[in-house]
Structures are given as C-alpha cells and as structure tokens.
T-cell receptor
C-alpha cells in the first residue's frame, strides 16, 4: 500500500513556542490530506481537511489561527501548532487518499507532541 | 455517516480465532465497511474493506450479512502482536476522499 510519513515522530517544546509537523505522501500524490488528534485512551478526532493549493477546512471547535495548515504541494502538508500550551499535548496523525483505483485512506505514523 | 457500535474490549489467547462484531443499523446503500487496526503510539493501519458477503485477505476476513446492518471482523489464530485497538468504520464511496469518523473501537488483548 501507499506510504505516508510524518516528521518529527515526537517533539517536546516549551509553552508559548510554535511547532511544525510535516506529513508527506511518499509514493503518491495527495490532493487532500486530513489531520487528526488523539488524546490518551481516546479515539481519533478530525481536526481539519487540508486541500492542496487552497485553504484548509477546519472542524467545529478547532482554532484555525492556532493550528495553521499549509498544503503547498501534492506530497506535503504541514500543521503548525502556534503558541503551544500543555493542553495541546497530544498525538497528531495525518492521512491521505492515494486516488485512482486505490480508494483506501492511508495514515501516517503520528507525531507525539508534549508541551511543557 | 452511519453510526457504529462495537464492544469496548475483548480478551483472547494466542492461537484462537477472534471475531469482532460491529453494528451499523443505519448503513446506507452506498456505504462501505472498513476496519482499521491501531497499535499504541502509531497511526491506524488499514486491515480490510467490504460491501457485502465475505471478503478475505492475508490478514483477516470480513463477514457481512445480507442486510448489511452488522459486520464481523475475523482474525484467525491471533498472536500477542495482534493486541491493538480495532476500529469499524462505515462511509460512502470507500471513503478515500472523505475524512473518517472513528468510534471508540474495540481494544483486543491477546494473552499468552
């Protein structure tokens, strides 16, 4: 199947700083990528839909000015957590649709963010 | 999107067959049923997808009755490495283009 990577796999930062997380589709082009957040022992919750060349669509309750999404190319979407606070500590996961005959959605390995 | 209901947790032993059933009473005509597996601190991994009857791959089998109001994921001869959370999702058009709505999933614990 198609491969989606994320970088970094884990990051620890101080409160008030910004953190950028990259999501890449390694062997296919993805016009749409999705960003999810998962707290411990909970399920994945959709944060936003990232569209190449246009603005992201955010779910209700997700602050677009805090979670900046840039989908500048067909293989890269970035999520920047601005002015991070301890409550932003979570597991962030991206996914992408490979398109064509393969209609499966593939997930990245996730990024563990810890804000001190 | 159709709501899904699945057991919160299940326990099994190595070598046993595990069947996880998911209810989706409001499934629509164009909905597909997809199962994902998630290990701790990893992204979900696609296991299997089906529309009706039975689908089998190298990892699992998916049984879907004629009314499609439920589905059963069957894992043959589980091992310790099958300990994970299993999510049942129902979405239209194979859902590749749409964001997925994850329920609580079933936490499978395999004992030696």
């Amino acid at each position: 199947g198609a491969v989606v990577s994320q970088h970094p796999s884990r990051v620890i930062c101080k409160s008030g700083t910004s953190v950028k997380i990259e999501c890449r589709s390694l062997d296919f082009q993805a016009t749409t990528m999705f960003w999810y957040r998962q707290f411990p022992k909970q399920s994945l919750m959709l944060m936003a839909t990232s569209n190449e060349g246009s603005k992201a669509t955010y779910e209700q309750g997700v602050e677009k000015d805090k979670f900046l999404i840039n989908h500048a190319s067909l293989t890269l979407s970035t999520l920047t957590v601005t002015s991070a606070h301890p409550e932003d500590s979570s597991f962030y996961i991206c996914s992408a649709f490979s398109g064509g005959a393969d209609t499966t959605q593939y997930f990245g390995p996730g990024t563990r963010l810890t804000v001190l | 999107l159709a709501k899904t209901t699945q057991p919160i947790s299940m326990d099994s032993y190595e070598g046993q067959e595990v069947n996880i059933t998911c209810s989706h009473n409001n499934i629509a005509t164009n909905d597909y049923i997809t199962w994902y597996q998630q290990f701790p601190s990893q992204g979900p991994r696609f296991i299997i997808q089906g529309y009706k009857t039975k689908v089998t791959n190298e990892v699992a089998s998916l049984f879907i009755p004629a009314d499609r109001k439920s589905s059963t994921l069957s894992l043959p001869r589980v091992s310790l490495s099958d300990t994970a959370v299993y999510y049942c999702l129902v979405a239209p058009d194979r859902a590749g283009r749409r964001a997925l709505t994850f329920g609580s999933g079933t936490r499978l614990q395999v004992q030696p």
